[in-house]
């Protein structure tokens, strides 16, 4: 499975756009651009996904480039609940298991 | 929306004794997990069930652990005789599209081991 980067943590401020950026280089065809955040000890909360067009849904919008080796998920107007650690993961469709890294702590600031 | 539901949220239990934690997935959904948490760590992957049978586990997942749908809406694990490093979170998951869809979370069961 391909291997993700993310910053350890980012800050925003709130009402702000959130852009959280992800490397992932080594992405094979079919792999998936997976989302998730995680708020304090809650369960982890699915975001949004993407294979290699840009999608956009309620929550955030996913910019995957073209040639698939980093994405952007972006939060259009921050708040302070959106302060969370963010997750991207890598994954074939079909595959059991989500692997979650450390993820980005994102702080959402008044 | 549809949730995924965990009960109890968090359990007291002393070491060697026997724990079920409960899971109620996502009703038309086809494929369940279970994933664990040590706090302050990552997100950990345990078990996928599909179909009545596991598809898949990992090294995690030893004998000491067991998985079962008893019903048309329960999903549980079973630690048998549990350990001082059991302690963590425990989230299940369910997914209802085979390919791309994404799993769905409960916000999990607290496990504490005395």
Known sequence: DAKTTQ?????????????LPCNHSTISGNEYVYWYRQIHSQGPQYIIHGLKNNETNEMASLIITEDRKSSTLILPHATLRDTAVYYCIVRVADNNDMRFGAGTRLTVKP | EPEVTQTPSHQVTQMGQEVILRCVPIS???????????LGQKVEFLVSFYNNEISEKSEIFDDQFSVERPDGSNFTLKIRSTKLED???YFCASRGEQGRGPQHFGDGTRLSIL
Do not use: T, V
């Open chain 1, 7 to 19: 910053p350890p943590s980012m800050d925003c401020a709130e009402g702000r756009a959130a852009n």
């Open chain 2, 87 to 89: 302690s963590a979170m």
């Open chain 2, 28 to 38: 038309n959904h086809l494929y369940f997990y279970w994933y664990r948490q040590i």
